[in-house]
């Protein structure tokens, strides 16, 4: 009997592609919160998603099976057990719904035009470029990235865009350049510290200008409603609120991402003399590099509106149809070939777990969980008598770290900031209001930096395979305490200084 447990345990241990001990623990959990009794204001097929909305975040955790695999086992069990819809054609209906999102597609065509830098040169060849300029330490290197993020930020409305279809190709074509490259377990080295300021740096920018992120226009809209039009952040307003804490915040998140995930090779003396070097050995731009960097020149443009600046909103166009333009004229010129875009599976992937946590997310949205958990908020808050500055803040950290819960900064804000603006406004005195609220907004954005899939940019960048999914959550968590903090001391004095308080 032994020997025959002995030999169905070794056929799980060898045979069977998932994890047994994890798989287990990740069951357990499920079983627990499906006998937890239903909270009151919720319905029982509500609880159950939230049971396997939990359910799966502690698989992807545990890496009971890939990424993909755990996120197609969410969209089984919605459909299977009816959660959403009264039959299963309903149920595989909302299951699938969010592989429709232009957010999401907006990810696998940033990633298959990155495919580009890397397949024609040019990649590598702005790779060399940053490194003559910055790379005489790995440090170095980093904060120009976070200048490029910078500079790029008033003018891209999708952060996704930005810091996943412009910034992020030309990070990695610098890792290649340091031979660093998950492929090859050499991540280490330069990729990963690269790979996070790259990322970091985008919840920053997005949270100094309204133009930066595609939710901000919503907060304006938001924060005008609760102070009865008496609070409008113009762009200006905005930008000069968000001006010293963002700079501060990018000044400090290299320098903490240095600590918390050093690098390898730190000092680079001889790289800037072998880039120049290799840039000579390359020669002028080939034709079809010339293809690429007229396709970005374009893609800029594009999604930093200018047409509609020039010409009127009737020549705005969406950030994915503008990505699906330029995969379409790099496959038209053979830049890219469709065997290329075929064979990116990190894109093809992306596509598939992203799009089940989008789906997962919206559905406790629609079935009132959001809701119930704003309102149960609310009221604890109201019966504690908690002083306001208590309250305050406790909305501020509830509204940010609820973030583990979204994959779209936009249906979280949509959800949940006028509840907790409302809040705040009822319990804030007048004269502190507008700090609260500038605290609210500047939220909106750090809360970017929890998970990979907090926002559209964070796939991409984790797809890249360049940071451990642990080592991601980490540096995520203590980036928004840092950030938090300096908005909450540097922030606060720079309002009192502009009158804002």
Known sequence: MLEMIGRFLNYFRFAVPFRIVPACITTLVLVVLLLVPTPQGLTPKAWALVAIFLTTIVAIILKVMPIGVMALMAVMIVAL?????????????????????????????????????????????????????????????????????????PFTPSNTARGGGIVHPIMRSIASAFDSDPEQKTERKVGTFLALVNYHANPITSAMFITATAPNPLVVDYVAKVTNQQFHLSWGTWALAMLLPGLVCMLLMPLVIFLLSPPELKKTPDAVQFARRELTA??????????????????????????????????????????????????????????????????????????????????????????????????????????????????VLVFLFSHYFFASTT??????????????????????????????????????????????????IFGSGYVTMGKWWTVGFVMAVVELLVFATVGLLWWKLIGHW
Not at 352 to 378: C, P, T, Y
């Open 81 to 153: 057990s009816q959660v959403t819809s009264d039959s299963s054609k309903g149920a595989i209906a909302d299951a699938l719904a969010s592989y429709s999102s232009p957010l999401i597609w907006l990810i696998v065509v940033s990633v298959l035009i990155s495919r580009g830098l890397k397949k024609t040169g040019l990649g590598q060849r702005i790779g060399l470029y940053f490194i003559s300029l910055l790379g005489r330490s790995t440090l170095g290197i980093g904060y120009g990235l976070a200048v490029c993020e910078l500079v790029l930020a």
């Open 411 to 460: 249906a979280h804000i949509s959800a949940m900031m006028l509840a907790f603006l409302t809040v705040g406004a009822h319990m804030v005195p007048p004269e502190y209001l507008k700090p609260f609220l500038l605290m609210m907004a500047a939220a909106s954005a750090i809360m970017m930096t929890l998970t990979h899939y907090a926002t559209g940019t964070s796939p991409i």
């Open 282 to 395: 390359m020669g002028p731009l080939k034709p079809q590099e010339r293809v690429m960097v007229g396709t970005f020149l374009m893609l800029l443009l594009l999604w930093a509106d200018v047409p509609a600046m020039i010409f009127g909103p009737a020549f705005a166009l969406d950030a994915t149809v503008v990505a699906m333009l330029g995969l379409f004229v790099l496959l038209i010129t053979g830049t890219l070939s469709w065997d290329d875009v075929l064979s990116e599976k990190s894109a093809w992937d992306t596509l598939i777990w992203f799009g089940s946590l989008v789906m997962l997310a919206n559905e406790l949205n629609q079935a009132g969980v959001i809701k119930w958990f704003s309102g149960g908020l609310q009221t604890g808050i109201e019966a504690s008598g908690m002083a306001w500055p208590m309250a305050s803040a406790v909305l």
